[in-house]
């Protein structure tokens, strides 16, 4: 238990904002730490939570919806958007995988990678703008399905060949174990919150295994900017999912006769 509180410590300091000071970490620590993303993702999810309750109770709900996003950002340090861009860049330059290897390389900001960034934004703050208010829980549950699609990923592919980076160690140690607990864990929690959310939650689940087989053909495997990738394009699969869930309610909970209610 001491172990696991300190991985688990390594990866709040690492992966958020939140200043830990710790003595000393081993290279097996730090990596291991990523393990524990979807954990990790409970605690930011439980300041998002927190966040969203108190902003719902202003009456402007789009500004509420971009101070929420500010927040996130502020939170996580914006720390997977690189790996969203320079993977819209790749994947939009129409070239060959070693050239698109190049591109999310290359530190610069292509016009894609833009575009996709932006999309991104705006589909959080609408899908915020909606959810503060109609299903904050949601905004506990997002950064961990996220975090959860990231071990997924990492545990059924492999490192793509000179892709360098902190994401080959994590899809080494991933296994589908991991990926089994966690499903199990969440799966239940969204089942026992509201129903339709484990509906959410499996549409995610599905088109993030989808997202994970289209990068993996492409690249030959994953890098960390396909991790990151990943956990914020599954979050905005989420809450787009929650919305549209919540919006078929009536109609599926009177087809499966109230199973879903």
């Not at 500010?70 to 860049?89: K, R």
């Not at 905004?139 to 492999?158: D, E, H, K, N, W």
């Not at 140690?173 to 509201?194: D, E, F, M, S």
């Amino acid at each position: 238990m001491r172990q696991f509180l300190k991985e688990l410590a390594v990866g709040i300091s690492f992966y958020t904002r939140v200043p830990i000071q710790l003595k000393s970490v081993s290279e097996d620590e730090f990596y291991h730490c990523m393990l524990y993303m979807p954990v990790i993702g409970v605690f930011i999810g439980a300041l998002m939570f927190a966040a969203g309750w108190l902003l719902g109770h202003w009456q402007r709900t789009a500004l509420s919806a971009v101070a929420l996003l500010i927040f996130y950002i502020w939170i996580t340090g914006g720390l997977h958007y690189d790996g969203v861009a320079d993977t819209v860049d790749a994947l939009f330059s129409a070239r060959d995988r070693d050239r698109m290897m190049a591109i999310m390389k290359d530190s610069r900001l292509g016009a894609f990678g833009a575009i996709g960034l932006v999309l991104l934004l705006f589909t959080m703050w609408g899908s915020y703008q909606i959810l503060i208010k109609a299903l904050p829980i949601s905004l506990l549950l997002m950064p961990v399905i996220g975090r959860y699609c990231a071990v997924q990923t990492c545990a059924f592919s492999t490192y793509a060949e000179g892709g360098g980076g902190l994401g080959k160690r994590i899809t080494e140690i991933a296994k589908p174990c991991h990926v089994l607990v966690y499903l199990i864990l969440i799966g239940g929690l969204t089942w026992w919150l509201r129903p339709i959310l484990s509906l959410a939650f499996g549409i995610t689940v599905v088109l993030n295994l989808l997202l994970m087989a289209y990068c993996n053909r492409k690249f030959a495997g994953i890098t960390g900017d396909q991790i990151g990738l990943t956990i914020e394009m599954t979050q905005a699969i989420f809450m787009v999912a929650t919305i549209a869930m919540t919006d078929a309610a009536p109609v599926l909970t009177q087809i499966t006769g109230g199973l879903l209610a």
